[in-house]
């Protein structure tokens, strides 16, 4: 899938089919080898309070669910408010790799090139 | 220290809280805290050190708790928000309940999908409970309109009763270890059976510590023209049980709609109950509010509206939106929708209103501490 970055491979291997689950599938067995590109996660200002007050984080991650399996370890309270208990992106919640939304892309498999700008962003919905 | 009414005001757009001096001549108001985010719970703890607590249902970020131990001048979340287990497959979605458990620290929790969590250190930490999250019918439990929810929490002695939309009522009578429906008499309007085990759309129950066994619910009503399967079901909005909810009557005669959400009990006077008739459209029958007060347990009811719009309102009062201090001449409080808090002083004699252009409420909560 073409995408504005131009350098991103989607991944063949079926995923998990609730949208935005993170939940590892057979797919994370099989990673390909190589150096883990070091990405940059932008945190919303309502969610740099759980962060320690971050606007940005850095992290190694070679698709946006690793990125999270990451954020889950590392940075557990800023996880929770991103993904619900199932490991589900939360649903009033945007991904966007650069400038892309994940759900156009490849969901949470989306995968990421050394660079790549991760941000999370709450929907335009609600009253 | 002064005893102070205090109020806990739940609204679209975070939480508020209004206190005043003993003859409730004026109240102050702060807040929102957690502003923004829709807050469906509220708790006011005065077991010792008063303490408060709030829902706080980001519907971007997920569920928090706010707690307040300086008197609801400042809200911090706790260290963690109900969550279901990992491999449960249900995600929490919204709180709607919060009372205070046994322990000094004890809370209980009720949730959206329709569960119930316990704290036993102050909301920093829950579980599950699994003898009513994990019951053989809580797969089979609808979301009524307001969504899947467990809405009420009484605690009496052993005995333990939810109140669940739409599950209907369930009762433990082993601390919370097991639970069983208990819904004879509770009818439903919105399925074949009129009166099925399980799936009322129970909306409020109230008790009494006065009146052992006595129990008021406000269930979904509005039933009186069915005329599909299973006819037409008069009356079965408002209930009462004088057996520890094992059973059910109806006591909605007199009243111009067996509609409504909130059901609140007089806090020294177990005959005296209060509720607020609805109309099919979720609005005040005729636009003219009124409260409703039955001092006989339901067997006749009187409307209560002075001081109170007599025509063009149309405001819902939601479930939990409805409360009566503890004062020798007790207070009710009701919120709407449109994001007016009124006051009915002698027990709902004479109405005012408090605040009159908050968000839309969804709930009220009162106590001395």
Redesign the interface.
């Known amino acids: 899938m073409a995408t504005s970055t131009g350098h991103r491979q989607q991944s063949q291997i079926p995923v998990c089919n609730r949208v935005g689950c993170i939940v590892p599938t057979a797919s994370d067995k099989f990673h390909p080898m190589g150096p883990v590109p070091t990405i940059t996660i932008h945190v919303p200002g309502?969610?740099r309070t759980y962060c320690a007050g971050a606007a940005q984080l850095s992290i190694s991650a070679d698709t946006v669910r690793t990125a999270l399996e990451d954020l889950q370890r590392s940075q557990a309270a800023l996880y929770?408010?991103?993904c619900?208990?199932?490991?589900?992106v939360?649903?009033?919640?945007n991904v966007f790799v650069n400038s892309d939304n994940v759900r156009d892309l490849n969901g949470v498999d989306t995968t990421l090139a050394p660079g790549d700008v991760v941000t999370i962003l709450?929907?335009v919905?609600?009253g | 220290m002064v005893d102070r009414i205090i109020l806990t005001i739940g609204t679209k757009k975070g939480l508020f809280v209004a206190d005043a001096a003993k003859p409730r001549r004026s109240f102050a108001l702060r807040g929102p805290f957690g502003p923004g985010i829709p807050v469906y719970s509220t708790l006011i703890d005065t077991r010792g050190t008063p303490c408060l607590y709030a829902s706080s249902c980001n519907?971007?970020?997920?569920m928090k708790v706010l707690r307040s131990t300086d008197m609801g001048k400042s809200f911090t979340e706790t260290k963690s928000a109900p969550?279901?287990?990992?491999d449960?497959?249900?995600?929490?979605v919204n709180i709607w309940g919060l009372e205070a458990g046994g322990g000094k620290k004890d809370l209980w929790c009720g949730v959206e999908p329709a569960s119930l969590f316990r704290s036993h250190d102050g909301g920093d930490s829950w579980d599950l409970v699994p003898g009513i999250s994990n019951h053989d019918h809580a797969r089979k439990w609808q979301p009524g309109n307001g969504g899947l929810c467990m809405h009420t929490i009484i605690r009496d002695g052993n005995r333990v009763h939810l109140g669940i939309s739409t599950g209907g009522h369930y009762l433990s009578e082993d601390g919370g270890e097991t639970f069983r429906a208990s819904n004879q008499g509770v009818g439903a309007g919105f399925a074949p059976d009129p009166y099925p085990e399980f799936g009322q759309c129970v909306h409020k129950i109230a008790r009494h510590d006065d009146a052992p066994g006595r129990l008021y619910m406000q269930n979904h009503g509005g039933w009186a023209d069915w005329t599909g399967p299973g006819g037409p079901r008069p009356d079965i909005g408002v209930l009462r049980s004088d057996d520890y909810g094992h059973s059910w009557r109806s006591i909605a005669k007199g009243l111009p709609s067996d509609f409504g959400f909130p059901i609140v009990v007089h806090p020294y006077d177990a005959d005296t109950v209060y509720v607020m008739p609805l109309d099919a459209t979720r609005s005040c029958p005729g636009g003219a509010p009124a409260v409703w007060r039955s001092e006989n347990g339901g067997e006749s009811w009187s409307r209560l509206a002075r001081g109170l719009p007599r025509k063009q309102s149309y405001f819902t009062v939601l479930r939990d939106a409805m409360d009566i201090d503890r004062l020798k001449a007790p207070a009710l409080y009701f919120g709407t929708t449109t994001g007016q808090l009124w006051i009915g002083r002698e027990g709902g004699e004479q109405w005012d209103c408090l605040f009159d252009s908050l968000p839309p409420i969804y709930n009220v909560k009162v106590a001395v501490a």
Do not use: I
């Not at chain 1, 619900?84 to 589900?88: I, K, L, Q, V």
């Not at chain 1, 939360?90 to 919640?93: C, F, G, M, Q, V």
């Not at chain 2, 969550?83 to 990992?86: D, L, M, R």
């Open positions: 309502p969610l929770r408010n991103v619900d208990e199932t490991g589900t939360r649903r009033h919640l709450p929907a919905s609600g | 519907p971007f970020f997920g969550a279901f287990p990992k449960d497959g249900r995600a929490l």
